[in-house]
């Protein structure tokens, strides 16, 4: 088992930063792919980026690259995700999940509990 615990949400405005972290416990983490994800109500979570494990690959879904970076230090037991030039539209809770690496949701076999993530226009 994995236990996943994010933090850094919070309230930002459009076009400011946040650095969400996500803490590992449990099993290894640096054994795990590691990715996020976001949900707004009434739609489905959805793919945000993901890292293999170290040195790991890195993938973005189209709409945040070039604006957020993930990144894992592995001594520290730590993902995160660099998240710039924010826009209302990235409002959403924000997962952090281990498993294998890919962009789905059934590649990851661990979540966290999210942490919410509001942009203000």
């Known amino acids: 088992q994995v236990q996943l615990v994010e933090s850094g949400g919070g309230l930002v405005q459009a076009g400011g930063s946040l650095r969400l972290s996500c803490a590992a416990s449990?099993?290894?983490?640096?054994?795990?792919?590691m990715g996020w994800f976001r949900q707004v109500p009434g739609k489905e979570r959805e793919f945000v980026a993901a890292?293999?494990?170290?040195?790991?690959?890195?993938y973005y879904t189209d709409s945040v690259k070039g604006r957020f970076t993930i990144s894992r230090d592995d001594a520290k037991n730590t993902g995160y995700l660099q998240m710039n030039s924010l826009k209302p539209e990235d409002t959403a809770v924000y997962y952090c999940?281990?498993?294998?690496?890919?962009?789905?949701?059934?590649?990851?076999?661990?979540w966290g509990q999210g942490t919410q993530v509001t942009v203000s226009s």
């Open positions: 449990g099993r290894t983490f640096r054994n795990y792919a």
């Open positions: 890292i293999g494990r170290s040195p790991g690959s890195t």
């Open positions: 999940a281990a498993g294998r690496y890919g962009y789905t949701k059934t590649a990851y076999d661990y």
